[in-house]
């Protein structure tokens, strides 16, 4: 019998969504705090300086990876809770919650932003975030990362779209482990030629190291699908665990603090949890908190990744 997710994405069925509230534990302002490794999770407002200083106290963050909504519309047309608003709302958002991100980093700290380019809306909003980061001068921008997706649309009559944006950001002097960097990828490219002791040498003979480091071109991982072991049902947005694991291998210590503003389907938690950092994360919905913190507790008590096609809500299986 073929695999199967036990109900569709969580994002376009607010009929479902009201199905599963009364099975989450936390309401709009709650927090929920990890007595084991220090994490938290909430339910509360990116956009809320309150909510933040209530989330934080007088701690700060050396790394703050962001995955907001890209304001982009895939898929099916939204039956009441996709965000969709236009491009001058969606900066202002932006501008807010990138204030409160600042708010509780580090003096030296690393900012990674995923966001969607839309080929159809002038590369929207990726252009317009560009641009606004610019009144942001505490922050240096350090390279444009793209992750390859094994699916894609506009086949037909444009090139396949086949990937998503990490804008990737630092003030002052935070930590890059370069060490962290290597992929499974063997090195079979050849070229860059040049004299080595009056050899004629390529890349490849010169490289200590038979796997390609990473670059800012991810073709190594594999977007989530129903059937990987990670996959959080529902969760239509959710980024591969390999992906947010790179990033905080590369620019965090073990015990930093580790946020983002935008939990979803936890992976950036999870990814704390696995590499030994402490984890601050919350979402407006308090679906994607419990599934947040469901994730954790799943990961704990089986050494799963993720729920893939089981119900993380079986005191609901009924209802959903």
Same mark, same amino acid.
């Given at each position: 019998?073929?695999?199967?997710?036990?109900?569709s994405?969580l994002?376009?069925?607010?009929?479902?969504?009201k199905?599963i509230?009364?099975?989450?534990r +936390?309401?709009?302002?709650?927090?929920?705090t990890?007595?084991?490794?220090?994490?938290?999770v #909430?339910?509360?407002?990116?956009c809320?300086?309150?909510?933040?200083?209530?989330?934080?106290k007088?701690?700060?963050?050396?790394?703050?990876?962001?995955?907001?909504?890209?304001n982009v519309?895939?898929?099916?047309k *939204?039956t /009441?809770n996709l965000?969709?608003?236009? $491009?001058? #709302?969606?900066?202002?958002?932006?501008?807010?919650w990138?204030?409160?991100?600042?708010c509780v980093?580090?003096?030296?700290?690393s900012?990674?932003?995923?966001? #969607?380019?839309d080929?159809?809306?002038h %590369?929207?909003? +990726?252009?317009? %975030?560009?641009?606004?980061?610019?009144?942001?001068?505490?922050?240096?921008s350090?390279?444009?990362?793209?992750?390859?997706?094994?699916?894609?649309? #506009? $086949?037909?009559?444009?090139?396949m779209?086949?990937?998503q944006e990490?804008?990737y950001?630092?003030r002052?002097?935070?930590?890059?482990?370069?060490?962290a960097?290597y992929t499974?990828i063997?090195?079979?490219?050849r070229?860059?030629?040049?004299?080595?002791?009056g *050899?004629?040498t390529?890349?490849?003979a010169r490289?200590k190291s038979?796997?390609?480091?990473a670059?800012?071109?991810?073709?190594?991982?594999?977007?989530?699908?129903?059937?990987?072991?990670?996959?959080?049902?529902?969760?239509y947005?959710q980024?591969?665990?390999?992906?947010?694991?790179?990033?905080?291998?590369?620019?965090?210590?073990p015990?930093?603090l580790?946020?983002?503003?935008? *939990?979803?389907? /936890?992976?950036? +938690?999870?990814?704390g949890?696995?590499?030994?950092r402490?984890?601050f994360? %919350?979402?407006?919905?308090?679906?994607?908190?419990?599934?947040t913190?469901?994730? +954790?507790?799943? %990961?704990?008590g089986?050494?799963?990744?993720?729920?893939?096609?089981?119900n993380p809500?079986?005191e609901?299986?009924?209802?959903v």
């Amino acid at each position: 019998m073929a695999l199967r997710e036990p109900f569709s994405r969580l994002d376009d069925n607010p009929a479902l969504r009201k199905k599963i509230l009364p099975c989450c534990r +936390l309401k709009p302002g709650e927090i929920w705090t990890d007595k084991k490794s220090g994490h938290k999770v #909430g339910v509360l407002d990116a956009c809320s300086r309150k909510d933040i200083q209530q989330l934080f106290k007088n701690e700060k963050a050396a790394l703050a990876i962001q995955d907001p909504p890209y304001n982009v519309a895939v898929g099916n047309k *939204s039956t /009441g809770n996709l965000f969709k608003i236009d $491009t001058a #709302g969606y900066s202002e958002f932006s501008r807010q919650w990138m204030e409160n991100t600042l708010c509780v980093l580090n003096s030296s700290a690393s900012l990674y932003v995923w966001l #969607g380019a839309d080929q159809k809306e002038h %590369f929207q909003p +990726l252009a317009d %975030f560009i641009m606004l980061m610019r009144n942001f001068p505490e922050l240096r921008s350090r390279s444009l990362i793209t992750m390859r997706n094994q699916r894609g649309y #506009g $086949t037909q009559k444009n090139w396949m779209a086949v990937r998503q944006e990490c804008l990737y950001y630092t003030r002052g002097t935070p930590v890059f482990n370069i060490q962290a960097e290597y992929t499974a990828i063997p090195r079979i490219l050849r070229g860059y030629y040049k004299e080595v002791n009056g *050899s004629r040498t390529d890349n490849a003979a010169r490289s200590k190291s038979e796997n390609i480091r990473a670059g800012n071109v991810w073709v190594d991982i594999q977007q989530v699908f129903y059937r990987m072991a990670e996959n959080m049902p529902g969760c239509y947005a959710q980024k591969p665990l390999k992906a947010i694991e790179r990033i905080m291998l590369a620019s965090s210590r073990p015990g930093d603090l580790v946020t983002d503003f935008f *939990s979803h389907a /936890g992976t950036t +938690l999870l990814a704390g949890e696995i590499h030994g950092r402490k984890v601050f994360t %919350f979402d407006t919905d308090p679906v994607y908190a419990e599934l947040t913190i469901r994730r +954790l507790e799943h %990961f704990r008590g089986t050494g799963k990744t993720g729920f893939q096609c089981a119900n993380p809500f079986p005191e609901a299986e009924k209802k959903v």
